[in-house]
């Protein structure tokens, strides 16, 4: 079963919008960590952010925003004014306590157009 | 300080033929992964090591078998090489498990003829 759904697969906005990836996750564990990834056109993986599931603090980072809400098991991701950089795709993924690696979600295809 | 180093960057195989991606980290990383990423399936885990001489299965293990005689490598190999193998390969390194942030290498692109 898939433990990390990234509903979006292909989003386009213009420059200087607002754009929110989604990230649904499923587990049972009570310990577990949230990431997200960038990768670029250039193909490299980017590492942007972690999250421990206790920890449910809302995080800013820059143009960036990270939305983790236990209760609908999600954690989203904002990007603020959005630039042509941000072209990428975007992997959110779940790592459980019990387990032994990542579990990527198949990513979302974020096109900015001037 | 390189980080996470794969070897080749490309490669073209005819069906049958072997070979094997090489990964190297100089970060003194305990786990090392061999994930394939293919066109809207993301990223998904073939082989995994949790030291130095242990190798476990991932998600999508079959063709491919792995080693960790050293600490600082972690090899994939191809025995027979098939044309469902064409992917991008990553190879990736972390020194606190689950909990901790996965450094890439620049990925190996394989085209299996």
């Known amino acids: 079963a898939q433990k990390v759904t990234q509903a979006q697969t292909e989003i386009s906005v213009v420059e200087k919008e607002d754009v929110t990836l989604d990230c649904v996750y499923e587990t049972r564990d009570t310990t577990y960590y949230l990431f997200w990834y960038k990768q670029p056109p250039s193909g490299e993986l980017v590492f942007l952010i972690r999250?421990?599931?206790?920890?449910?603090q809302n995080e800013i980072s820059g143009r960036y925003s990270w939305n983790f809400q236990k209760s609908t098991s999600s954690f989203n991701f904002t990007i603020t004014a959005s630039q042509v950089v941000d072209s990428a795709v975007y992997f959110c993924a779940l790592s459980e306590g019990s387990g032994y690696a990542l579990n990527f979600g198949k990513g979302t295809s974020l096109l900015v157009t001037p | 300080n390189a980080g996470v180093t794969q070897t080749p960057k490309f490669r073209v195989l005819k069906t049958g033929q072997s070979m094997t991606l090489l990964c190297a980290q100089d970060m003194n990383h305990e786990y090392m992964y061999w994930y394939r990423q293919d066109p809207g399936m993301g990223l998904r885990l073939i082989h995994y090591?949790?030291?130095?001489?242990?190798?476990a299965k991932g998600e999508v293990p079959d063709g491919y078998n792995v080693s960790r005689l050293k600490k600082q490598n972690f090899l994939l190999g191809l025995e027979s090489a098939a044309p469902s193998q064409t992917s991008v390969y990553f190879c990736a390194s972390t020194l606190y498990g689950v909990s901790g942030e996965l450094f890439f290498g620049e990925g190996s692109r394989l085209t299996v003829l």
């Open positions: 090591s949790v030291g130095e001489g242990t190798t």
């Open positions: 999250r421990n599931s206790f920890d449910e």
